[in-house]
Every structure is written in structure tokens, then in C-alpha cells.
């Protein structure tokens, strides 16, 4: 079990740092996002195809399916909200989706939301508030906040879908055609714009940089958190969701020289207690009909 939580802040302490990488690529968002996940798709499933695990999806390919492509909105409207709010308010608008998972675990997945996980889910959502609130003054933009809300609603049901695919396929395999779909959802999108090969090539750097992203933060990371998320309850994922924002701002710190003030020490800080209170006591907290499911046997295991 703790193996699993280790998994996810592992996941979210490498996506943490996906901020600092991609303002030293000379890209536009959009195109940064859509060669992420071709690069991490390609390795996914090249990954797959040395291991036999990138079968074509049998069962549930519905939700499989459709967790791609919530996979595609939920990037796509963060960025939208990120381009529209001050970044810190749509982090703060979109990380209400554990708080949305939380509520809907028990009837979704019939997990039991335990006082001690409802303490760490406040005091994450609290420290949170306080990383963003040195941004949060003057009027918003009505538009980028709704996106930050469709991220928020997006992320939820990515993590619950995840969830319950984590009981009928490999981590890699969930990894590979989430990825797979959302850069199929994300080409026409790509293609209305100039590609980014030209410019790549001009810059091995860009390139370097993003194939880093496409390996290390799609494929690694992504095969870590399914590998989490298969042992560990959804709400108690949803919570160590925090530690992405949080990590951010460290790597910010450690790389870019960009000094937090107390405020947000004190807010990470909580984030940091709520996570580790979930990965001290979480294993604990799991009744016996929310256990994981174990996936069905495969014809010659």
C-alpha cells in the first residue's frame, strides 16, 4: 500500500516540474502539449509492444475511450485558463476536483472517506488557498475562470475513470492509449497551427527539452501514477494530487531562483502535512469492499 502513495508523489513531484521546462521552450503551449503526449504515446506504446501489454483495449473500451479524451480537455482548458486568470487562481479553481472526488467516491467507487482523510483533503485545500491567495486581487476574466471549472470537472472524472481502468489493464497499457487517444483528439488543434519541426530543428534544445517532457513526464510518470492509483483509494490520489502544484513551486525555487514568500511556505507546508498524513495512516483507512480489484488473468499467465 505505501509502495502506492510513494508511486503517486513520485508521479506528481516529476509533473511539478513540467512549469520550469516549458518556459525554456520556444513554443506555443498548445504545440508543447500536443508533442508531449506524441512523444510519450510513441514510447508508450513501443514500451508496450516489448512487453506485450499494449493489447487492443477488450474490455471497457468505452471508458478508455473517453478517459483520452477527458485526458485532451482537461489539459486544454487548464491552458486556456492559465492564458485568461493569473496562473495561481486557475490552479486554485482546478484543484477543487479532489474535493469533487471525495464527495462521489463512496457511490462511484464505494470508498469511505475517513475523518483523518477529510483532514488532509482541508488542510491540502487549504494550502492551496494560500499558495494562490498573493494573486488573487483585481477583476477575473469570466471565460478563464468556467475553463479552470471544465479542468476541475475534467480531472475528477479522469481520476475516476483511471480508477476503475486500474482494475482491467496494466498501468503502461492505460498510459499508452489515454495518451494515444488525447493526441488523436489534440491533432486537429495541431494541425490548424504551424507545426513545431521546423522550429525544432533550428533549436536541438527545444527538441531535447521536449522529448524530456514526452519521456520522462508523460511515459515514466504516467506509468508511476496508474501503478499508484491501482492500490491506493481515488480520494487519497485526488489529495496527493496537491503535491504538483506544490513540487512546482520548489522546482521553481531550486531552478529559477524564484523565491516563494511565507505565505506560500506556510501553504505548501500543509500540502506537505496532508499528503503525508494520507501515506502514514491512508493504508489504514481502506475497508475491505474498496480494495483493489485484481485485474482478470490473461490467456497464458
Request: with cysteine; charged share 10%.
Amino acid at each position: 500500500m505505501t509502495r502506492g502513495y510513494l508511486c503517486l508523489v513520485a508521479a506528481g513531484a516529476i509533473w511539478g516540474s513540467i512549469g520550469v521546462i516549458v518556459r525554456e521552450i520556444p513554443l506555443p503551449v498548445h504545440q508543447v502539449v500536443f508533442g508531449r503526449v506524441l512523444l510519450g504515446s510513441l514510447l508508450l506504446f513501443a514500451y508496450g509492444a516489448i512487453t506485450g501489454e499494449a493489447r487492443w483495449p477488450e474490455r471497457a473500451p468505452l471508458l478508455l475511450l473517453g478517459s483520452g479524451v477527458l485526458l485532451a480537455l482537461n489539459w486544454l482548458a487548464l491552458f486556456t485558463a492559465f492564458r485568461r486568470v493569473p496562473v495561481a487562481v486557475a490552479i486554485l479553481v482546478a484543484y477543487i476536483a479532489p474535493v469533487l472526488v471525495a464527495a462521489i467516491a463512496r457511490p462511484a467507487l464505494g470508498e469511505r472517506v475517513s475523518s483523518a482523510s477529510a483532514a488532509a483533503l482541508g488542510a491540502s485545500l487549504l494550502g492551496i488557498g494560500l499558495v494562490a491567495a498573493p494573486a488573487l486581487r483585481g477583476r477575473l476574466d469570466a471565460v478563464g475562470v468556467a475553463a479552470a471549472l471544465a479542468s476541475a470537472l475534467a480531472f475528477a472524472a479522469l481520476l475516476l475513470a483511471g480508477k476503475i481502468l486500474t482494475r482491467l489493464y496494466p498501468p503502461s497499457a492505460i498510459a499508452a492509449w489515454q495518451t494515444g487517444l488525447a493526441t488523436l483528439a489534440l491533432l486537429p488543434w495541431a494541425l490548424g497551427t504551424d507545426l513545431p519541426s521546423a522550429r525544432l530543428l533550428i533549436s536541438p534544445r527545444a527538441g531535447g527539452l521536449l522529448l524530456l517532457l514526452g519521456a520522462v513526464h508523460t511515459a515514466a510518470a504516467g506509468i508511476l501514477y496508474f501503478r499508484g492509483l491501482s492500490s491506493v483509494p481515488a480520494h487519497h490520489a485526488g489529495i496527493l494530487a496537491y503535491l504538483e502544484p506544490t513540487s512546482g513551486i520548489l522546482w521553481a525555487w531550486a531552478l529559477l531562483g524564484e523565491s516563494p514568500t511565507p505565505l506560500t511556505l506556510l501553504g505548501g507546508a500543509l500540502v506537505l502535512a496532508g499528503g503525508a498524513s494520507l501515506i502514514l495512516l491512508g493504508g489504514h483507512e481502506q475497508p475491505p469492499g474498496a480494495a483493489p480489484l485484481k485485474r482478470p488473468s490473461e490467456p497464458g499467465e
